[in-house]
């Protein structure tokens, strides 16, 4: 049934309770497909990165990539998992041009690792369990490219093209048991889980795990039930949401147009459903298959995939501190606020601001630069902090020009911007633009008794005892020198020769 009207998030809350399931694809970072060595390098021509393993030619045969197989269970072991003494791939078999086998080599029944779980932080500090069903390792289709429709959808299209370069670059899918519990922040819960496995992903260094280039997806499963019922109800799937925001507008758009159709007396059913970014919706997809449909068996060109106990500790000793411990620790260490370090990991700043402490800066001040003056200049470029044309050492060199007093914080912005602009490190942008603060007495008095002389009226209200006035006079030295003053000592200079004390 079409709901015209949706009802509010409030209403929706208020009879329901929403149960959700979260199946994410990671991308790996191996340098080869999972069952071939085609490279996985992205922007190649169409094709050219494809071999009759991929292609699905007859006789070939598929060989297990190894750093895939221990990435999955480096994922398996920091989503606190068990971890398969024993398991196979299976063939998943269905027909997509994109899928040039005709199955997709997965795991079905016997998963590499399973029953984890993984603690998320919301905004409010608390932390949500979610527990973690399995993650499996899987291969990725190729991609089709709509030609001639208005939507780049296959319907309206005048032909297809195909490239099967991605085919066969490792996946590996975590699917969470059905998460229950969270109530009216079911939107927060999900997006704060995607967020916390994607800085996992990244700090287990298996893959960048860029959303918006496909690296991580999100299949979004969610249900209502009334109040006080046990049973789920019938679930939906949006599919390949692909953005933390959109997965938070997911949630909240399922939560109300299921409980739209509920409380019409109409019924939801088991289907798949398309994101639509401008307006936060979901439309109708296809009527879900069952695991049945798609007749799962072993794959038998694969040899079972039997890791052994030591390696599985010796990796175990490799996982890196978790990603929410590390943050609790820096948020301690630098002494900010939940929300502080909440945007300095928004602006993608907490790598770049400990690296700049690493080279010599206190927090304080790698903070200050990085989510001042150098997030400016990100934003109005639109680039990645990381990608400004400056690195942590030159921050931390700039800093400790600023607190040995040769350059005053004004000085320090024309340094960072030279920097940004191509002009060479922090000591040879100073050099070449000649920025140094003045301190020299003898250079500053001239600048201080003009400024004194243009300011008659200034100078007697300070003679009078009316010391706070001497700021307007610190100013126009300041303009005068083109900033280069330094502000503390013409301060002293100027109450000096006005003959009041400071
Ligand atoms: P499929 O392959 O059909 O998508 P999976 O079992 O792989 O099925 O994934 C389904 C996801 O949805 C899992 O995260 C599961 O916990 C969750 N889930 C299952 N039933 C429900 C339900 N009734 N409501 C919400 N989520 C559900
Ligand atoms: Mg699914
Ligand atoms: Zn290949």
């Excluded at 699905?56 to 068990?82: Q, W, Y």
């Excluded at 009527?287 to 990796?315: G, H, N, Q």
Aim: glycine residues 8%; contains cysteine; aromatic residues 4%.
């Amino acid at each position: 049934m079409t709901v015209t009207e949706l009802v509010s998030y409030e209403d929706a809350l208020a009879s329901y309770d929403p149960v959700m399931g979260l199946e994410v694809h990671v991308e790996l970072g191996t340098k080869t497909k999972m069952f071939c060595g085609c490279s996985t390098e992205l922007g190649a021509d169409p094709n050219t990165q494809t071999c009759p393993v991929c292609l699905g030619m007859p006789g070939a045969l598929p060989v297990v990539n190894a750093i895939g197989v221990e990435s999955a269970i480096k994922i398996g072991l920091a989503l606190n998992c068990e971890i398969a003494e024993w398991c196979r791939f299976a063939r998943k078999n269905y027909f997509y041009p994109d899928m040039p086998k005709n199955f997709q080599t997965s795991q079905y029944d016997e998963p590499i690792a399973f029953n984890g779980y993984l603690d998320v932080q919301l905004e409010d500090g608390e932390v949500f369990r979610v527990e973690i069903e399995r993650a499996h390792m899987e291969e990725d289709t190729g991609k089709s490219t709509h030609v001639g429709g208005a939507t780049g959808r296959i319907h309206g299209a005048q032909h297809s093209l195909l490239d099967y370069n991605r085919a066969g670059i490792p996946l590996i899918e975590i699917v969470t048991k059905p998460i229950e519990g969270a109530g009216e922040r079911a939107p927060e819960v999900a997006k704060a889980y995607v967020a916390e496995l994607r800085e996992l992903i990244k700090a287990l260094g298996v893959s960048e795990a860029r959303m918006e280039m496909g690296q991580m997806r999100c299949d979004v499963n969610l249900s209502l039930r009334p109040h006080g019922r046990e049973k789920f109800g019938t679930r939906s799937e949006t599919k390949n949401v692909n953005s933390l925001r959109s997965v938070e507008r997911a949630v909240r758009f399922e939560v109300q147009r299921h409980a739209s159709v509920l409380s019409a007396g109409g019924t939801i059913i088991q289907e798949t459903r398309h994101f639509h970014e401008e307006d936060g919706s979901t439309t109708s997809g296809r009527i879900k298959e069952e695991a049945e449909d798609y007749r799962y068996f072993p794959e038998p060109d694969l040899v079972p995939v039997a890791p052994s106990r030591e390696w599985v500790e010796e990796l175990r000793g490799t996982l890196p501190e978790l990603p929410r411990v590390r943050r609790n620790r820096l948020r301690e260490q630098w002494g900010v606020t939940e929300h502080d370090m909440q945007s300095i990991l928004n602006a993608g700043a907490v790598d770049l601001i400990v690296a700049t402490t690493e080279a010599g800066a206190d927090s304080a001040a790698a903070r200050k630069w990085w989510m001042g003056e150098l997030a400016r200049s990100a934003n109005e470029s639109g680039t990645d902090l990381a990608a400004l044309p400056i690195t942590p050492a030159q921050v931390a060199r700039v800093a400790a020009l600023v607190a040995e007093g040769s350059l005053n914080d004004k000085l320090a912005r024309q340094v960072i911007e030279g920097v940004l602009a191509g002009e060479g490190g922090p000591d040879e942008v100073v050099e070449k633009r000649g920025l140094k603060v003045v301190s020299d007495d003898s250079a500053l008095g001239a600048a201080v008794d003009e400024a004194i002389a243009a300011n008659a009226a200034i100078a007697d209200k300070i003679r009078a005892g009316k010391v706070a006035a001497a700021g307007a006079l610190v100013g126009a030295v300041m303009k005068a020198t083109r900033g280069q003053a330094d502000a503390a000592r013409v301060r002293e200079l100027i109450l000096e020769r006005l003959g009041v004390e400071g």
